[in-house]
């Protein structure tokens, strides 16, 4: 450790740490898709397993996923399972035909997939309309709702695909659907009839331009709930969340499952496929650096992942710019020299005529640290001493030469003492 010493005033100026601007995964998203090819998804059409390398339903360009529309009717999911998240993607219709119809699938029951099917092996799971059960936020746009009395497009909707349940609150006195209300009735999510039964969201009279744009949707999935936003808007939220098929015949809590990109006829293409944890109590769970100190903090950090770059200044607390917060020495320590006597126990004397330095410790103290520092700063000499009372014969300290100026440190646990001695000859 270098330090150098001065008879000054220390001013302490303020240090700015500037970061690098802040990515999707300094905010905890992470990617399903990687942007250029299937890796971590599976898919399935007309309820069939397919290879992705020989499959022409899903194809991939600019970072995209296309679905074509002209196949069958499927999805491509993650073949990891997830609870407790947030999943977003943006989606764009590559037709302007209507009605237009796909979804964001999500909680797909687990034996949709498993590692080693065959191709073309059916899906496991009650199935209803080639789909395993699971649940829909549904991008549907534009025309009725499959014939439902021409109503308009309700994207955001929540449809239960198979044996699901929930609760949720809707405008009773429209017929529209059964459209979300946060301020509306109490309502009961049941298999039946469905659309007004089984669907809950929004019905805009106007479609939503999702042919020329690309329209955000995400989604919170927490234990046995689910909230829909679009564009970062909240859409819908449901509630016991329940469901039964042949993988869990008794009904029970709906709280994960496989996440999937829907495919039912029409062209439609997704990108920026990203999921970001969430913790019990809701918290997006975003590791990172939380020491707002250290150069590489994250601001949007919920967990330390012991990942905070060190801290440089000054560690020596004899220093006059000694920093507290500092992880690792930077050589910047000063050690301002000090007139006469500083001690808080009068830990420390100096007996010039017979060249030695009494030492006292504190009676609570069971050893401290004596050294020696010369004009230049530089470290002489550093001993531990254990004995509470005894002396040191400065003439025997060979290496400080006679005739010098030293500062002599006494520190402790608790106390600190300094003196400052010449080293006279004979």
Known sequence: MKFSIHIATLICLP???????????????VSLFDGTSFEGL????????KNPATQTDFTISDSAIHASGTG????????EVFSNYQVRVQFKYNTSETPRNAGLLY?????SYSEGQTWETESGGSLMFRFPTCIEFQMYNGGGAS???GVGPHTAAFLGIGDVWGKSKVNKS???????DENGEDYDVIVGGLYCARRVGPVHREALDDVNNWVWVRLDALGDSAAHYIDGVLANRVWDIEFKDNTSPTRGPMTSGHIGLQTESYPISYRHFELRNLGSDGVPVIPGCMDSLAPNYKPFATISDSSCAPIPGCMDTLASNYDSNATVDDSSCIVTMIKGIKTELNSLSFDPHNQVIHYALPVTEQKAVLSFYNTNGALINRQTIHAPVGQINLKSKTEIGTNNLVLVVLQSENTVSYIKCIIASD
């Open 147 to 149: 014939g439902f009395q």
């Open 174 to 180: 429209s017929s529209l659907s059964c459209p979300y």
């Open 42 to 49: 599976y898919i399935r059409i007309d309820e069939k397993l």
């Open 107 to 111: 909680h797909i029951v687990n034996a």
């Open 15 to 29: 240090v700015f740490l500037f970061a690098a601007p802040f990515t999707a995964q300094d905010s905890g998203w």
């Open 72 to 79: 069958g009717s499927g999805f491509i999911a993650t073949k």
